[in-house]
C-alpha cells in the first residue's frame, strides 16, 4: 500500500463486520461502508491508508488512474 500515496483508491467491504471488533467496525462505517458490497472512492493519505489496514481482511482495495 506504501506504492498508493498518491491519487484515489477504491474501496470495497467483501466481508461482514457481524464478527469483527467494534472498533473496526466503527472503522469501516468511518470509511463510508455500509452493507457489502459498498464501494467509497476515497484520497489515498495517511489517515485513510492507516485505516484500510486495520480493517485489510473486511475490505478489497485497488487504485484508481
Same mark, same amino acid.
Not at 491508508?49 to 486495520?54: A, D, F, I, Q, R
Given at each position: 500500500?506504501a506504492?498508493v500515496?498518491?491519487?484515489?483508491?477504491k %474501496?470495497?467491504l467483501?466481508?461482514s463486520?457481524?464478527?469483527?471488533?467494534? @472498533?473496526?467496525?466503527?472503522?469501516v462505517?468511518s470509511?463510508?461502508l455500509?452493507?457489502?458490497?459498498?464501494?467509497?472512492?476515497?484520497?489515498?493519505?495517511?489517515?485513510i491508508?492507516?485505516?484500510? @489496514?486495520?480493517v485489510?481482511?473486511?475490505? @478489497?482495495?485497488? @487504485? %484508481?488512474?
Open positions: 500500500m506504492d500515496l498518491s491519487g484515489k483508491i %474501496i470495497r467483501v466481508r463486520t457481524i464478527g469483527a471488533l467494534p @472498533k473496526q467496525r466503527a472503522t462505517r470509511l463510508g455500509r452493507k457489502i458490497g459498498s464501494v467509497v472512492e476515497q484520497e489515498a493519505n495517511g489517515v491508508l492507516g485505516m484500510v @489496514k486495520k485489510s481482511h473486511l475490505v @478489497k482495495v485497488e @487504485k %484508481i488512474g
